[in-house]
């Protein structure tokens, strides 16, 4: 070296032991002047290879850009100049050493070719370089040494040695100053980066490397967010790598790879084996290798490897940075050992006290910010997860066949979205501590093992010991436990073992470092085995069978046809035995064809099979053109009627009017509250049976599409509207016409407007034809009509063909109905009622000059009127969820803690105070101890010293242990007398609350609130308390060894407490933005899921995808900003810790004659632990502020109003009451809500005991609300209902409606086995339960199951027809037999003959109880003793069927349109 310098290389006389240290020449010019080289060069292809990747557009050159290059090319020829200088001494003859030529050369190269990056990246559109940064910052710190020693030497020596290369030295120093404060500047963001509409963008994306490094960038926001509540147009726009678009494609690329990978493979196996069967080549080994091969070659596509291929170079990254921040956490005990060594030494020179405190500085900052970038990658990751993992279900859900889907119920589905992929999001935070837990245990006890000896070990065996107690316990002394028996072991086994404070406070300190993985590595077990189990779920879940989109052809037809089906076999599922067998269907365009049948032979199946979602097992099936569905049970979504009906299409008024009109649902309009912009709650929750079947209709004809597939489209609504609907849709004049129809139906009034009747039995097609071929070819069919059409269903439907202005036409149709028809004996009989119908028409053309026929009046009976002011057009029927603000007040810690009880809560705090006392005492003694004076090699009282020690360490885990168990204990009886009492009030809440609030919101309270109370809180209050004494004790602690620290503590703490409020504030309306974000990409799903088969028929897979990953994005637009509010904290928070670091050692460093070693390695090893507990706490405010939330909410939703006592005691009616079955409405009124009108208006009726009477009236008159009204789920505004002479308002709700039956509109199942739904109290027995099955005609069906009445009914009952459904709630009624039943459209979906069946039954089985029955079918009621019209909630008509025709009224024009009359 001497020779490559001229001088010596190292002189520790002149750098170390002195006071005033300076490093040698020869040091200077070659480590210290190389040190910035060597880091560029090394990291150079690396960043090359990043910058190759990653291009952005290129930076137009600035004038920022010009100077940083400017600077460079004069640094080159400045160093350079050293070279030439090196070179003109040769030619003088003084010849310099090869140092002079090296170094120069070196530094030239560097620096040209830093200047070259300069360029480079502006190319590639980088406009903060770290890179570079770091190379400058290097520069100068290496340069920072030759400077002063440049300074010294020349004061020293009174003159100059070597001029030209002392000036060109400080013009380097300037040039590379001010090329690091240029690099710190940021270029102007790319040109030619694609056009960035970004009404917000994210600054992270444009922000200069410092700023990412501290997360300055999001300073914007925490300052907004301190200064008002944060709302949603606040929040930034995703970047693009973290948006659905592009991690769901990636993920789904990934994922098909994988799949078609192990399809291929499988493909390759059978190919091996058949080659080997054919060749007979039958050597022993060769076969059996095919065999081995065969059972490795079978795995199933693995979700994981997609996962790790998509996501896995990103994380890597992190775990890069976390293996040097594991590294750099070993540094600080070895300089507290160092620093204690200083402390003993008392000739050491000053300055290397300042220096060690430096380094802890330096490296403890470090450490935050690498700790905080490792944070950020693995919290980034897993957001992509859950939107990688969440977009991927969403897509699968759309295509899944059926049985797949009936296999996991709606909620299980969900479920994978809500809970399984956040499993991921949670993992992905210490999936790290896999490998650096035990990197981290093996460093300490190496450390250990050089400071202690073999001692260690029996600390060791302690811990490995405590593993199974992994409780709070074990949690908070565990570092002391082993630090107990460590220095107990290693101070008995040889009395030369002497315990001193380097040792002590060492050993503690990696102790402390080695409690976070041993805490953490079972805990990330766990989370493992939790997370493999979500993800074999996810993958089960995506392995389903999906349906295949070539089941139906829609290319290539047969011409002049549009649907046509070739001996075809459908079932539900390969497994299932087939739905439909042998089907042969041709559809010629424009077709009207009617299916028809009995419940359960498979009408809804043939159009579920038409649209592709049934399995084919043999035949073809094609479907040409654009289809429209509307399903039996009308799919609504939770947006506005408007957007219901348009579902996406463009919208065009006149269209929009003219549909409205056809289907029936100008009327409504003017009921609803915000007209066509009322907003549909949650499965059309608001809009009655007949209306959700009417908009589901419009949808369809809005759609304007080819083919029309109408799965019983008119069950739901009243007679009269079904035939306005057919006549001015479906039928041959309507809106469709033209069209190709398919109509699902059991009104067999429409039947002779068809062109084709197919009839279904069983799963066969029957018969076939027109109607007039069916009643020629006499089979079943025609004996069916006979029986219920009884010549009236035909004439009923003729008038509709006089829609139009001239009479004249009936003439023609006449004639043309005489053709059709010549042979039949009906005909004359037909033209008879013909003539008289037409009579009618014509006689009342005096009140109705347009002609029209009595229908068309019916329906609008007042188009006189204006139409109603609206009322407040936005006011939306489901209220936005609010969101609280602004903080949380003290009253709902206060309810928290009067849940928890007054009393414990204080014990609680007490406890800590106690336990924190006794760890102090426990450390303070341990200094006290090392102090201890060492007499002969050995220390006294040894043994006392290690009983005290060990007696406050006990006492401390018993503290610990009491005041965990008390806590819990406190945290389940909150969390038990909380859900209680919302519990009690939801069963107690009135009806209108449901319909004014989604289910999911409801849910949310009782899952993830009840959650929040019973799991998150407890934990979070025991953090909160145990940080919060921590940091307290350390600060008592220093300051009781430094009492100069005192001074720091002010201005720590006002920059902290700043910190902190920014944060709070900040992040927790991030939070509650992200729960109330969260709900509706649920909510969207569930819809999603339960319409998928309405969503593929319109072919809308595509925009309900897009609608799915925007809400996605909407949600991960708050969580991002709250993942990056946490690393702002932190690296702020840990900023003041890390300055604690600094002042306890610069401190101990200045007071360093008067403290002894005890007392600064106690100060010290405090202040290294406090970052942590400093930033936990502030973590927990925030945690417990945001979380505490819960309690509020649950608050609020327990003290809702409720309905009247179930019971009232003293005032139970007697037990067989009602005996006779009278009921008495007197003056009575009710509205739906506050705020609403009245629905039923002074009604006054008296009905006596056994009579049937039958309601009806328009949607919307008030029929469903009288029935409502009789088991008080309305109350009544004023006037009162008397049954059997009891008013109803006085007694208790369970007394009154368990003495009444109602057979729902909508059929209600629970899921569980059908004796549960019939009989959910067990009382009755099986031969009672069998009995109502016969009478609702159920017992063929059940009795074919092979598990009879332990048959499962899924969710809803989805696995029984709807027709079934209600014989089912029939059944139910049948075993309850009360004295009043009420019939509520009960029959709507069930078609007429099993409908006559049920209405014999109940004729006979309610012989003598009392029936209301509201009606759509006129003739299920026209044998009743009463009938009463309702209209517009009042009395219009109420007295027997007969008198009510005679007098020509409102019935009697329903009845003629049902042709009864």
Same mark, same amino acid.
Request: neutral net charge.
């Given at each position: 070296?001497?020779?490559?310098?001229?001088?010596?290389?190292?002189?520790?006389?002149?750098?170390?032991?002195?006071?005033?240290?300076?490093?040698?020449?020869?040091?200077?010019?070659?480590?210290?002047?190389?040190?910035?080289?060597?880091?560029?060069?090394?990291?150079?292809?690396?960043?090359?290879?990043?910058?190759?990747?990653?291009?952005?557009?290129?930076?137009?050159?600035?004038?920022?850009?010009?100077?940083?290059?400017?600077?460079?090319?004069?640094?080159?020829?400045?160093?350079?100049?050293?070279?030439?200088?090196?070179?003109?001494?040769?030619?003088?003859?003084?010849?310099?050493?090869?140092?002079?030529?090296?170094?120069?050369?070196?530094?030239?190269?560097?620096?040209?070719?830093?200047?070259?990056?300069?360029?480079?990246?502006?190319?590639?559109?980088?406009?903060?370089?770290?890179?570079?940064?770091?190379?400058?910052?290097?520069?100068?710190?290496?340069?920072?040494?030759?400077?002063?020693?440049?300074?010294?030497?020349?004061?020293?020596?009174?003159?100059?040695?070597?001029?030209?290369?002392?000036?060109?030295?400080?013009?380097?120093?300037?040039?590379?100053?001010?090329?690091?404060?240029?690099?710190?500047?940021?270029?102007?963001?790319?040109?030619?980066?694609?056009?960035?509409?970004?009404?917000?963008?994210?600054?992270?994306?444009?922000?200069?490397?410092?700023?990412?490094?501290?997360?300055?960038?999001?300073?914007?926001?925490?300052?907004?967010?301190?200064?008002?509540?944060?709302?949603?147009?606040?929040?930034?726009?995703?970047?693009?790598?973290?948006?659905?678009?592009?991690?769901?494609?990636?993920?789904?690329?990934?994922?098909?790879?994988?799949?078609?990978?192990?399809?291929?493979?499988?493909?390759?196996?059978?190919?091996?084996?058949?080659?080997?069967?054919?060749?007979?080549?039958?050597?022993?080994?060769?076969?059996?290798?095919?065999?081995?091969?065969?059972?490795?070659?079978?795995?199933?596509?693995?979700?994981?490897?997609?996962?790790?291929?998509?996501?896995?170079?990103?994380?890597?990254?992190?775990?890069?940075?976390?293996?040097?921040?594991?590294?750099?956490?070993?540094?600080?005990?070895?300089?507290?050992?160092?620093?204690?060594?200083?402390?003993?030494?008392?000739?050491?020179?000053?300055?290397?006290?300042?220096?060690?405190?430096?380094?802890?500085?330096?490296?403890?900052?470090?450490?935050?910010?690498?700790?905080?970038?490792?944070?950020?990658?693995?919290?980034?990751?897993?957001?992509?997860?859950?939107?990688?993992?969440?977009?991927?279900?969403?897509?699968?859900?759309?295509?899944?066949?059926?049985?797949?889907?009936?296999?996991?119920?709606?909620?299980?589905?969900?479920?994978?979205?809500?809970?399984?992929?956040?499993?991921?999001?949670?993992?992905?935070?210490?999936?790290?501590?896999?490998?650096?837990?035990?990197?981290?245990?093996?460093?300490?006890?190496?450390?250990?093992?050089?400071?202690?000896?073999?001692?260690?070990?029996?600390?060791?065996?302690?811990?490995?010991?405590?593993?199974?107690?992994?409780?709070?316990?074990?949690?908070?002394?565990?570092?002391?436990?082993?630090?107990?028996?460590?220095?107990?072991?290693?101070?008995?086994?040889?009395?030369?073992?002497?315990?001193?404070?380097?040792?002590?406070?060492?050993?503690?300190?990696?102790?402390?470092?080695?409690?976070?993985?041993?805490?953490?590595?079972?805990?990330?077990?766990?989370?493992?085995?939790?997370?493999?189990?979500?993800?074999?779920?996810?993958?089960?879940?995506?392995?389903?069978?999906?349906?295949?989109?070539?089941?139906?052809?829609?290319?290539?037809?047969?011409?002049?046809?549009?649907?046509?089906?070739?001996?075809?076999?459908?079932?539900?599922?390969?497994?299932?035995?087939?739905?439909?067998?042998?089907?042969?269907?041709?559809?010629?365009?424009?077709?009207?064809?009617?299916?028809?049948?009995?419940?359960?032979?498979?009408?809804?199946?043939?159009?579920?099979?038409?649209?592709?979602?049934?399995?084919?097992?043999?035949?073809?099936?094609?479907?040409?053109?654009?289809?429209?569905?509307?399903?039996?049970?009308?799919?609504?979504?939770?947006?506005?009627?408007?957007?219901?009906?348009?579902?996406?299409?463009?919208?065009?008024?006149?269209?929009?009017?003219?549909?409205?009109?056809?289907?029936?649902?100008?009327?409504?309009?003017?009921?609803?509250?915000?007209?066509?912009?009322?907003?549909?709650?949650?499965?059309?929750?608001?809009?009655?049976?007949?209306?959700?079947?009417?908009?589901?209709?419009?949808?369809?004809?809005?759609?304007?599409?080819?083919?029309?597939?109408?799965?019983?489209?008119?069950?739901?609504?009243?007679?009269?509207?079904?035939?306005?609907?057919?006549?001015?849709?479906?039928?041959?004049?309507?809106?469709?016409?033209?069209?190709?129809?398919?109509?699902?139906?059991?009104?067999?009034?429409?039947?002779?407007?068809?062109?084709?009747?197919?009839?279904?039995?069983?799963?066969?097609?029957?018969?076939?034809?027109?109607?007039?071929?069916?009643?020629?070819?006499?089979?079943?069919?025609?004996?069916?009509?006979?029986?219920?059409?009884?010549?009236?269903?035909?004439?009923?439907?003729?008038?509709?063909?006089?829609?139009?202005?001239?009479?004249?036409?009936?003439?023609?149709?006449?004639?043309?109905?005489?053709?059709?028809?010549?042979?039949?004996?009906?005909?004359?009989?037909?033209?008879?009622?013909?003539?008289?119908?037409?009579?009618?028409?014509?006689?009342?053309?005096?009140?109705?000059?347009?002609?029209?026929?009595?229908?068309?009046?019916?329906?609008?009976?007042?188009?006189?009127?204006?139409?109603?002011?609206?009322?407040?057009?936005?006011?939306?029927?489901?209220?936005?969820?609010?969101?609280?603000?602004?903080?949380?007040?003290?009253?709902?810690?206060?309810?928290?803690?009067?849940?928890?009880?007054?009393?414990?809560?204080?014990?609680?705090?007490?406890?800590?105070?106690?336990?924190?006392?006794?760890?102090?005492?426990?450390?303070?003694?341990?200094?006290?101890?090392?102090?201890?004076?060492?007499?002969?090699?050995?220390?006294?009282?040894?043994?006392?010293?290690?009983?005290?020690?060990?007696?406050?360490?006990?006492?401390?885990?018993?503290?610990?242990?009491?005041?965990?168990?008390?806590?819990?204990?406190?945290?389940?009886?909150?969390?038990?007398?909380?859900?209680?009492?919302?519990?009690?009030?939801?069963?107690?809440?009135?009806?209108?609350?449901?319909?004014?609030?989604?289910?999911?919101?409801?849910?949310?309270?009782?899952?993830?609130?009840?959650?929040?109370?019973?799991?998150?809180?407890?934990?979070?209050?025991?953090?909160?308390?145990?940080?919060?004494?921590?940091?307290?004790?350390?600060?008592?602690?220093?300051?009781?060894?430094?009492?100069?620290?005192?001074?720091?503590?002010?201005?720590?703490?006002?920059?902290?407490?700043?910190?902190?409020?920014?944060?709070?504030?900040?992040?927790?309306?991030?939070?509650?933005?992200?729960?109330?974000?969260?709900?509706?990409?649920?909510?969207?799903?569930?819809?999603?899921?339960?319409?998928?088969?309405?969503?593929?028929?319109?072919?809308?897979?595509?925009?309900?995808?897009?609608?799915?990953?925007?809400?996605?994005?909407?949600?991960?637009?708050?969580?991002?900003?709250?993942?990056?509010?946490?690393?702002?904290?932190?690296?702020?928070?840990?900023?003041?810790?890390?300055?604690?670091?600094?002042?306890?050692?610069?401190?101990?460093?200045?007071?360093?004659?008067?403290?002894?070693?005890?007392?600064?390695?106690?100060?010290?090893?405090?202040?290294?632990?406090?970052?942590?507990?400093?930033?936990?706490?502030?973590?927990?405010?925030?945690?417990?502020?945001?979380?505490?939330?819960?309690?509020?909410?649950?608050?609020?939703?327990?003290?809702?109003?409720?309905?009247?006592?179930?019971?009232?005691?003293?005032?139970?009616?007697?037990?067989?009451?009602?005996?006779?079955?009278?009921?008495?409405?007197?003056?009575?009124?009710?509205?739906?809500?506050?705020?609403?009108?009245?629905?039923?208006?002074?009604?006054?009726?008296?009905?006596?005991?056994?009579?049937?009477?039958?309601?009806?009236?328009?949607?919307?008159?008030?029929?469903?609300?009288?029935?409502?009204?009789?088991?008080?789920?309305?109350?009544?505004?004023?006037?009162?209902?008397?049954?059997?002479?009891?008013?109803?308002?006085?007694?208790?709700?369970?007394?009154?409606?368990?003495?009444?039956?109602?057979?729902?509109?909508?059929?209600?199942?629970?899921?569980?086995?059908?004796?549960?739904?019939?009989?959910?109290?067990?009382?009755?027995?099986?031969?009672?339960?069998?009995?109502?099955?016969?009478?609702?005609?159920?017992?063929?069906?059940?009795?074919?199951?092979?598990?009879?009445?332990?048959?499962?009914?899924?969710?809803?009952?989805?696995?029984?027809?709807?027709?079934?459904?209600?014989?089912?709630?029939?059944?139910?009624?049948?075993?309850?037999? =009360? !004295?009043? *039943?009420? &019939? /509520?459209?009960? $029959?709507? +979906?069930?078609?007429?003959?099993?409908?006559? @069946? #049920?209405?014999?039954?109940?004729?006979?089985?309610?012989?003598?109880?009392?029936?209301?029955?509201?009606?759509?079918?006129?003739?299920?009621?026209?044998?009743? =003793? !009463?009938? *009463?019209? &309702? /209209?517009?909630? $009042?009395? +219009?008509?109420?007295?027997?069927?007969?008198? @009510? #025709?005679?007098?020509?009224?409102?019935?009697?024009?329903?009845?003629?349109?049902?042709?009864?009359?």
């Amino acid at each position: 070296m001497e020779t490559f310098c001229g001088s010596r290389f190292w002189d520790s006389n002149l750098s170390i032991h002195t006071n005033n240290p300076d490093l040698t020449p020869c040091f200077q010019n070659t480590i210290l002047a190389w040190i910035p080289s060597i880091y560029l060069w090394s990291a150079l292809p690396f960043y090359l290879f990043y910058l190759k990747h990653n291009k952005r557009g290129y930076i137009v050159l600035s004038v920022l850009s010009r100077f940083k290059t400017l600077f460079g090319v004069l640094l080159w020829c400045v160093s350079w100049a050293d070279l030439f200088y090196s070179f003109h001494e040769l030619l003088q003859n003084r010849t310099p050493p090869p140092v002079y030529f090296v170094t120069p050369l070196i530094v030239g190269i560097t620096v040209l070719l830093a200047t070259l990056l300069i360029q480079y990246e502006r190319l590639r559109g980088v406009q903060s370089s770290g890179v570079l940064i770091i190379f400058w910052f290097l520069s100068v710190l290496c340069a920072v040494g030759p400077f002063r020693s440049k300074i010294i030497t020349t004061t020293a020596q009174g003159h100059v040695n070597e001029r030209f290369r002392f000036t060109t030295f400080y013009m380097y120093f300037a040039l590379i100053i001010i090329e690091l404060i240029l690099s710190c500047f940021k270029e102007k963001p790319p040109f030619f980066s694609p056009v960035n509409t970004d009404p917000n963008p994210c600054p992270e994306l444009t922000s200069g490397f410092l700023s990412r490094l501290t997360f300055w960038w999001f300073t914007s926001m925490a300052i907004l967010g301190y200064k008002r509540p944060l709302e949603d147009k606040d929040l930034w726009s995703l970047n693009e790598d973290d948006t659905s678009k592009i991690i769901v494609q990636q993920l789904s690329k990934e994922w098909d790879k994988e799949k078609a990978e192990c399809k291929q493979k499988e493909d390759v196996t059978y190919m091996k084996k058949s080659n080997h069967v054919l060749n007979h080549v039958g050597d022993g080994p060769e076969e059996a290798e095919v065999l081995i091969r065969d059972k490795k070659h079978n795995r199933k596509p693995s979700f994981l490897k997609a996962l790790l291929r998509t996501f896995g170079p990103y994380f890597l990254i992190g775990s890069f940075f976390k293996l040097i921040q594991d590294l750099l956490s070993f540094v600080n005990p070895q300089l507290l050992s160092v620093l204690i060594g200083f402390i003993k030494n008392k000739d050491a020179p000053a300055w290397w006290g300042f220096l060690i405190a430096a380094s802890m500085f330096i490296c403890a900052v470090l450490q935050t910010l690498m700790l905080h970038q490792h944070f950020q990658y693995c919290f980034v990751t897993g957001m992509r997860l859950r939107t990688g993992i969440t977009g991927v279900i969403y897509r699968k859900s759309l295509v899944i066949t059926n049985s797949a889907k009936r296999s996991s119920t709606v909620g299980e589905i969900v479920n994978l979205m809500s809970v399984d992929a956040q499993r991921f999001t949670d993992l992905m935070t210490f999936l790290n501590m896999l490998w650096s837990a035990p990197l981290q245990i093996f460093l300490a006890l190496y450390f250990l093992w050089q400071t202690l000896g073999p001692s260690v070990l029996a600390g060791v065996a302690v811990m490995v010991l405590l593993i199974p107690f992994n409780s709070a316990i074990a949690m908070k002394t565990r570092a002391f436990q082993v630090a107990l028996t460590t220095f107990a072991v290693y101070v008995s086994v040889d009395e030369k073992n002497i315990l001193d404070a380097e040792k002590a406070f060492v050993s503690l300190s990696l102790f402390n470092i080695l409690k976070f993985p041993l805490n953490m590595l079972p805990q990330v077990i766990s989370n493992i085995a939790q997370t493999s189990v979500s993800l074999k779920r996810i993958q089960q879940f995506l392995s389903h069978d999906e349906l295949d989109p070539n089941c139906v052809e829609t290319k290539v037809i047969a011409p002049g046809n549009a649907i046509s089906v070739t001996n075809a076999t459908f079932s539900w599922g390969k497994e299932l035995k087939p739905s439909l067998k042998d089907i042969n269907l041709l559809v010629p365009s424009g077709a009207l064809v009617a299916i028809v049948g009995h419940v359960g032979c498979g009408k809804s199946s043939l159009v579920s099979a038409l649209l592709g979602e049934m399995e084919k097992l043999e035949g073809e099936v094609a479907v040409k053109g654009s289809v429209a569905y509307v399903p039996q049970q009308a799919w609504i979504q939770n947006a506005t009627l408007k957007d219901n009906i348009l579902f996406g299409q463009a919208p065009n008024e006149q269209k929009y009017q003219n549909v409205l009109e056809a289907c029936a649902l100008k009327t409504d309009l003017e009921v609803l509250p915000g007209g066509d912009q009322t907003e549909i709650g949650e499965k059309g929750i608001n809009l009655s049976g007949g209306q959700r079947q009417r908009v589901s209709l419009a949808r369809a004809v809005y759609s304007n599409s080819d083919i029309y597939l109408l799965d019983d489209p008119l069950s739901a609504v009243d007679s009269h509207v079904a035939k306005h609907i057919f006549d001015k849709v479906i039928g041959p004049d309507g809106v469709l016409k033209g069209k190709t129809r398919i109509l699902v139906t059991h009104g067999i009034s429409f039947l002779p407007q068809v062109d084709h009747i197919v009839v279904l039995a069983d799963g066969k097609i029957s018969e076939m034809g027109s109607y007039q071929d069916l009643l020629k070819q006499n089979k079943a069919f025609a004996e069916f009509l006979r029986n219920y059409a009884l010549d009236e269903d035909i004439e009923e439907d003729e008038p509709t063909m006089l829609e139009e202005e001239e009479v004249l036409l009936a003439e023609d149709t006449l004639s043309i109905h005489t053709d059709l028809a010549d042979n039949e004996p009906v005909t004359n009989e037909v033209r008879k009622q013909f003539l008289r119908q037409l009579s009618v028409i014509s006689s009342e053309g005096g009140e109705c000059p347009n002609k029209m026929s009595t229908k068309r009046r019916v329906c609008e009976k007042k188009p006189a009127e204006p139409p109603l002011p609206r009322k407040n057009l936005n006011e939306k029927l489901i209220q936005a969820e609010t969101t609280e603000t602004g903080t949380v007040k003290l009253a709902v810690f206060w309810q928290y803690v009067k849940a928890v009880g007054p009393v414990i809560s204080l014990v609680i705090c007490f406890l800590y105070c106690c336990q924190n006392a006794a760890a102090i005492g426990a450390n303070v003694w341990l200094s006290d101890w090392t102090n201890e004076p060492v007499i002969n090699g050995t220390q006294h009282n040894t043994a006392m010293r290690i009983g005290v020690y060990a007696a406050l360490g006990l006492l401390q885990g018993l503290i610990v242990l009491i005041c965990s168990f008390t806590l819990a204990m406190g945290g389940i009886n909150a969390a038990r007398t909380l859900h209680a009492a919302l519990l009690e009030n939801k069963f107690h809440t009135p009806q209108s609350f449901y319909d004014t609030t989604p289910t999911g919101r409801i849910i949310n309270r009782f899952s993830k609130d009840i959650y929040v109370i019973d799991e998150v809180i407890p934990p979070t209050i025991l953090m909160f308390l145990g940080t919060f004494f921590t940091s307290l004790s350390t600060m008592i602690v220093i300051i009781a060894s430094t009492p100069l620290f005192a001074v720091v503590i002010v201005p720590l703490a006002i920059l902290y407490f700043f910190v902190q409020r920014f944060y709070v504030a900040t992040s927790r309306q991030l939070k509650r933005l992200e729960s109330v974000s969260r709900s509706p990409i649920y909510s969207h799903f569930s819809e999603t899921v339960s319409g998928a088969s309405v969503i593929r028929a319109y072919r809308r897979v595509k925009s309900f995808v897009d609608i799915s990953d925007l809400k996605m994005d909407e949600n991960q637009k708050s969580y991002y900003p709250g993942i990056v509010s946490n690393r702002w904290l932190g690296v702020r928070v840990e900023f003041v810790g890390n300055c604690i670091v600094l002042f306890a050692a610069l401190f101990a460093v200045i007071g360093k004659n008067s403290l002894n070693p005890g007392l600064v390695g106690l100060s010290v090893s405090y202040a290294l632990q406090v970052t942590l507990s400093l930033n936990w706490m502030v973590r927990m405010t925030s945690e417990l502020e945001t979380n505490i939330v819960a309690v509020e909410r649950i608050k609020e939703y327990s003290e809702t109003e409720t309905e009247a006592p179930w019971i009232i005691e003293g005032k139970s009616p007697p037990e067989d009451w009602p005996s006779k079955g009278e009921l008495e409405f007197v003056n009575y009124s009710v509205r739906y809500r506050k705020g609403l009108d009245l629905v039923l208006k002074g009604l006054n009726l008296q009905v006596q005991g056994g009579e049937k009477i039958g309601i009806v009236g328009r949607t919307g008159a008030g029929k469903s609300s009288m029935t409502l009204c009789l088991f008080r789920i309305l109350e009544a505004v004023k006037g009162e209902i008397k049954i059997d002479g009891v008013k109803i308002s006085e007694i208790g709700l369970h007394d009154l409606r368990s003495r009444l039956t109602i057979i729902p509109q909508d059929p209600v199942l629970f899921s569980g086995t059908l004796r549960m739904n019939l009989d959910p109290f067990n009382k009755y027995s099986d031969e009672e339960i069998w009995k109502a099955l016969e009478l609702s005609h159920l017992k063929r069906f059940v009795s074919s199951q092979p598990s009879m009445l332990d048959y499962e009914c899924s969710e809803g009952g989805e696995n029984l027809s709807v027709g079934q459904r209600q014989l089912v709630c029939l059944a139910r009624a049948l075993l309850r037999k =009360t !004295r009043i *039943l009420i &019939l /509520d459209e009960a $029959t709507a +979906a069930i078609d007429l003959e099993t409908d006559d @069946l #049920i209405q014999m039954t109940i004729r006979t089985q309610f012989e003598d109880c009392t029936v209301l029955t509201i009606a759509h079918r006129l003739n299920t009621i026209m044998d009743y =003793t !009463r009938v *009463l019209v &309702l /209209d517009n909630g $009042t009395i +219009a008509e109420f007295d027997t069927p007969t008198s @009510l #025709i005679a007098s020509k009224g409102i019935f009697y024009s329903m009845a003629k349109d049902a042709g009864l009359a």
